[in-house]
């Protein structure tokens, strides 16, 4: 098992700004790209930034210019830099990583969510 344990979550004013951490620890290979999604009530569950191993990132047009994901690949964490957050941000988040792993010479990929954390911006 991985397991990804976020932090970093609370509630907030407009225009406030938080930092999310998830943590992966357990058996892997290797973590390849990592990304955080959110969740917020009556909506489905979208993309919000993510991050490859190398460092290539991707954002939701939504979060451009205020959002930065990063990566710390000794720590196999991943973070989310939030700034100038919204009541739109509200919702839960939840940090995914995709990993290898190795049985033998076989190698196959698999992918894990952590349990999520709120973030509320609200005045």
């Known amino acids: 098992q991985v397991q990804l344990v976020e932090s970093g979550g609370g509630l907030v004013q407009p225009g406030g700004s938080l930092r999310l951490s998830c943590a992966a620890s357990?058996?892997?290979?290797?973590?390849?790209?990592m990304g955080w999604y959110r969740q917020a009530p009556g909506k489905q569950r979208e993309l919000v930034a993510a991050?490859?191993?190398?460092?290539?990132?991707n954002y939701a047009d939504s979060v451009k210019g205020r959002f930065t994901i990063s990566r710390d690949n000794v720590k196999n964490t991943v973070y989310l830099q939030m700034n100038t957050l919204k009541p739109e941000d509200t919702a839960v988040y939840y940090c995914?990583?995709?990993?290898?792993?190795?049985?033998?010479?076989?190698?196959?990929?698999?992918?894990?969510w952590g349990q999520g954390t709120q973030v509320t911006v609200s005045s």
């Open positions: 357990g058996g892997f290979f290797s973590i390849n790209a």
């Open positions: 991050i490859t191993s190398s460092g290539s990132t």
């Open positions: 995914n990583a995709g990993v290898t792993h190795r049985n033998g010479i076989r190698y196959y990929r698999d992918d894990y």
